[in-house]
């Protein structure tokens, strides 16, 4: 079965840089045919109230960003490793909440909740003030 493990997650100063990694396993295909996001679910919100971050598609790597993270957050993949990454710099306290790693399979846009086909189970960033 399908595995998404999410890692890096942190309790950081605002200003700081924290880089998650997520690695995938089970797969009966190649992971470099998949469409991969992340998501953050804020404190005290529900899992359907969990936002797209960012997302790095296929062919071509194309990649797109929730407005609030442009300039600051960067998704990237090895798929030689399986692996999906999020470099976050300059670090808010509204990034604050559990980051999800998603296999993006199903259609729509890629910060809809219906496109996640499979999800991780998260890894905790705290940004202080």
């Known amino acids: 079965q399908v595995r998404l493990v999410e890692s890096g997650g942190g309790s950081v100063q605002a200003g700081g840089s924290l880089r998650l990694s997520c690695t995938v396993s089970?797969?009966?295909?190649?992971?470099?045919?998949?469409?991969m996001g992340w998501f953050i679910q804020a404190p005290g919100k529900e899992p359907e109230g969990r936002e797209g971050?960012?997302?790095?598609?296929?062919?071509?790597?194309?990649?797109y960003y929730t407005d609030s993270v442009i300039g600051r957050f960067t998704i990237s993949r090895d798929n030689a490793k399986n692996s999906l990454y999020l470099q976050m710099d300059s670090l808010k306290p509204e990034d604050t909440g559990m980051y999800y790693c998603?296999?993006?399979?199903?259609?729509?846009?890629?910060?809809?909740?219906?496109?996640?086909?499979?999800w991780g189970r998260g890894t905790q960033v705290t940004v202080s003030s």
């Open positions: 998603a296999v993006l399979g199903g259609g729509g846009r890629w910060s809809d909740l219906t496109a996640v086909t499979y």
């Open positions: 089970g797969l009966s295909y190649a992971y470099s045919t998949l469409n």
């Open positions: 971050v960012a997302a790095i598609y296929n062919p071509g790597s194309y990649t």
